[in-house]
């Protein structure tokens, strides 16, 4: 058995757990009817009202929310609370498209601070713990969110922000930080430079806190053994709330969704139909306490599955696989769906010779589409590079179903990221 920081709610019996949320979505519900001018109309135009949602089922009679919808009623339509107060606005890093923002009341910090609490408990933290935040601090939510959460354990926070990688290292010896929070593609940034540096011996890391991109478990290995620690995975949405939707316990299989905050549905992204248990597909969101811009069914575009199995760790809320990739992430090239994750997954299997670095360039030359991944050779290598190519090509056209022509390059060149990676150059549109 672990440490819990709300032990009361993260084990809630799930009966109990339900009734909770039942009571919650109604009075979410009835709010968002009252105050949100979007939900009423969508509401009255099929005929549903608040008193309608009787049981938890009930949710599916609800309209869902979309990005788009975020987009149409920037930036202040969709709050349920007068504009005084809000006491914070968050941004989408914009990775997808025109930003949208999220406004939070004073509950909605506390409850998001008791997200990113519970999992930094989880991965052994408490008030004697020194937690580095390397999540950038601003508008994204990675900074602030870890730091209200790392705060409210009663942790030391050291605030050094995303980028300068040898000051962090040094501030990370110095202070002696035990746990890191930052994206996985900078803790796999900060591990390389740590080797260089030669001073892996002076870390006193225990463990880290990833997120807001996906990662494969081969990824968490390479962190894990770089830097001497347990890698945890942890998800938030700047809509919903940053980091802390969903945090993985010591079991490290899949992370607890906090239900008493918010209720999960897989629905199919194609159709919107809700999967029964255990289906993979896209995961849909209600935020029920959230006071300051609540979203019913909110499509998150974040593909999944959900297991209702029991934890060993003794936690009841579901627990959400690492999400596969987007919706939108999906590249669609000559007529086949590739998932970045697939390639990094396949390039993570050649970790001695290849590093995970790569780039994916597609562009479209005389109606056909050209596919070509640049990936950095590992500093180790000192094999054939006419094979090793040959090797990789082949591996992804098994992984993938559609050739890819592989580019080895010299170690380092691929310029690493401080925050989300951008591995996708898509020149399509721009003909
Ligand atoms: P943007 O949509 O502009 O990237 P956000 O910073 O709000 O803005 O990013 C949220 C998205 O990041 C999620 O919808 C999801 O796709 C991704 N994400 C966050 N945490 C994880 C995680 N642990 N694993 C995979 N993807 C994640
Ligand atoms: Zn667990």
């Known amino acids: 058995m672990g440490r819990y920081f709300q032990p009361d709610i993260e084990c809630m019996e799930r ?25 009423r109309e969508r509401m009255d135009e099929t005929g549903v009202k608040p008193e309608d949602i009787k ?30 107060d809000i006491v914070r606005i968050q941004a989408s890093s914009g990775t997808t498209g025109k930003q949208i923002v999220a406004g939070y009341t004073r509950g909605d910090l506390d409850q998001w601070s008791n997200g990113f609490a519970r999992q930094l408990v989880a991965a052994d933290g408490d008030e004697k713990s ?85 990662w494969t478990e081969e990824m968490r290995k390479q962190i894990e053994e770089a830097l001497g620690i347990r890698a945890h995975d942890v998800y938030g949405l700047t809509e919903i709330m940053g980091p802390g939707v969903s945090y993985e316990c010591e079991m490290q299989q899949g992370m607890h969704i906090c239900e008493d905050m918010f209720i999960a549905e897989i629905i199919d992204p ?46 009841t809320h579901v627990r959400m696989k690492k999400p596969a990739g987007r919706t939108d992430d999906m590249l669609i090239i000559r007529g086949v769906n590739v998932f970045p994750s697939q390639i990094e997954e396949v390039l993570l299997k050649n970790s ?7 780039q994916i360039i597609v562009d479209r030359v005389n109606n056909t589409d050209t596919f070509d ?33 592989v580019h080895l390059l010299r170690p380092k060149s691929i310029v690493r990221s401080e925050g989300k990676a951008k591995r996708v150059i898509d020149n399509r549109n721009l003909h």
């Open 130 to 214: 020194r937690v580095q935040v390397s999540y950038g601090y601003g508008l994204f939510t990675g900074g602030l969110g870890a730091h209200q959460g790392a705060e409210k354990v009663g942790a030391m926070v050291i605030p050094t922000s995303s980028g300068n990688t040898e000051r962090q290292i040094r501030f990370m010896c110095d202070l002696g930080s035990t746990h890191l929070c930052c994206t996985p593609s900078y803790a796999m940034y900060l591990g390389e430079t740590v080797k260089e540096m030669g001073v892996k011996n002076q870390l006193k890391l225990r463990a880290g806190i990833f997120g807001a991109e996906p």
């Open 270 to 315: 194609d159709t919107g139909e809700v999967l029964p248990q255990g289906s993979f597909g896209e995961l849909v969101i209600s935020t029920i306490t959230k006071e300051g811009q609540p979203l019913l069914r909110y499509r998150t575009r974040d593909l999944c599955t959900l297991d209702y199995s029991p934890c060993e760790c003794g936690r």
């Open 55 to 84: 049981t938890l089922e009930d949710i599916s009679k609800l309209p869902f929310t979309t990005k788009q919808d975020l987009r149409d009623y920037y930036p202040f339509q969709l709050l349920a609370v007068p504009k005084r």
């Open 15 to 39: 009966s109990e757990l339900e009734g909770h949320q039942l009571e919650k979505l109604k009075w979410q519900v009835k709010r968002v009817y009252e105050n949100v001018q979007m939900y």
């Open 373 to 405: 991944i640049n990936v950095e050779l590992s500093p180790k290598f000192n094999g054939d590079v006419e094979a090793e190519k040959h090797k990789l090509e082949t591996q992804l056209r098994s992984m993938l179903g559609i050739g890819a022509k």
């Open 352 to 358: 001695i010779e290849v590093s995970p670095n790569y």
